[in-house]
């Protein structure tokens, strides 16, 4: 089983929908979760960046986390076309970024 | 916010030839920078781990003779692929943290390096 899952897609919604994207894992260890979106050809850009289990909304995004579950999501509502992207779920242990492990990325596709 | 700059954003090159990457800090100081590999549709791999004014840390099964890792100053790191062969076309991604502790890691806008 790989540390992180998370499934490749794409996904396709139209136009403000609300997405839902997902990732498990399954070393107990992680304590900081993140969220990067990745345009084509592009480094990631942090979306989002949470510590344990709970909530975190920023503007259209919201992070959760459920370590009982071992699940986190990225919720973005009202879905824009400039939203299509990849995003890759990461997360991290205490002991530092060396450690940091990232999901394989789900596509995104917002149509108009 | 933290900004990290990385050049070039493509290369092509001749097999055997090496290639130099760049990855600055433009507005904060970074004692440590990180670079990454990601194939297409594949996540991103931790190469090594590139520490001011010391040796870089490489994960394992990464050739340190082969990926050279220099960070002489706070705010650069480079990375050169010596002597590149096709398989080494891939996208080298660098990254750092603004700051200690928890801060989360922001990246460069990636190296697409084709060896032809």
């Known amino acids: 089983q790989k540390e992180v899952e998370q499934d490749p897609g794409p996904l396709s919604v139209p136009e403000g929908a609300i997405v839902s994207l997902n990732c498990t894992y399954s070393?107990?260890?992680?304590?900081?979760f993140m969220w990067y979106r990745q345009y084509s050809r592009k480094g990631p850009e942090l979306l989002m960046y949470?510590?344990?289990?709970g909530n975190k909304e920023d503007g259209r995004f919201t992070a959760q986390v459920d370590k009982s579950s071992k699940y986190i999501s990225l919720f973005i509502r009202d879905s824009q076309p400039s939203d299509s992207a990849t995003y890759l779920c990461?997360?991290?242990?205490?002991?530092?970024?060396?450690?940091?492990?990232f999901g394989k990325g789900t596509m995104l596709l917002v149509s108009p | 916010g933290a900004v990290v700059s990385q050049h070039p954003s493509w290369v092509i090159c001749k097999s055997g030839t090496s290639v130099k990457i760049e990855c600055r800090s433009l507005?904060?100081?970074?004692?440590?920078m990180f670079w990454y590999r990601q194939f297409p549709k594949q996540s991103l791999m931790l190469m090594a781990t590139?520490?001011?004014?010391?040796?870089?840390?490489?994960e394992q099964g990464v050739e340190k003779d082969k990926f050279l890792i220099n960070h002489a100053s706070l705010t650069l790191s480079t990375l050169t692929v010596t002597s590149a062969h096709p398989e080494d076309s891939s996208f080298y991604i660098c990254?750092?943290?603004?700051?200690?502790?928890?801060?989360?890691?922001?990246f460069g806008n990636g190296t697409r390096l084709t060896v032809t």
């Open positions: 507005d904060f100081q970074a004692t440590t």
């Open positions: 990254s750092a943290r603004d700051g200690q502790g928890t801060s989360p890691l922001h």
């Open positions: 990461a997360m991290r242990p205490l002991s530092g970024y060396s450690t940091l492990t």
């Open positions: 949470t510590y344990s289990s």
């Open positions: 070393n107990s260890a992680f304590q900081y």
């Open positions: 590139s520490n001011e004014g010391s040796k870089a840390t490489y």
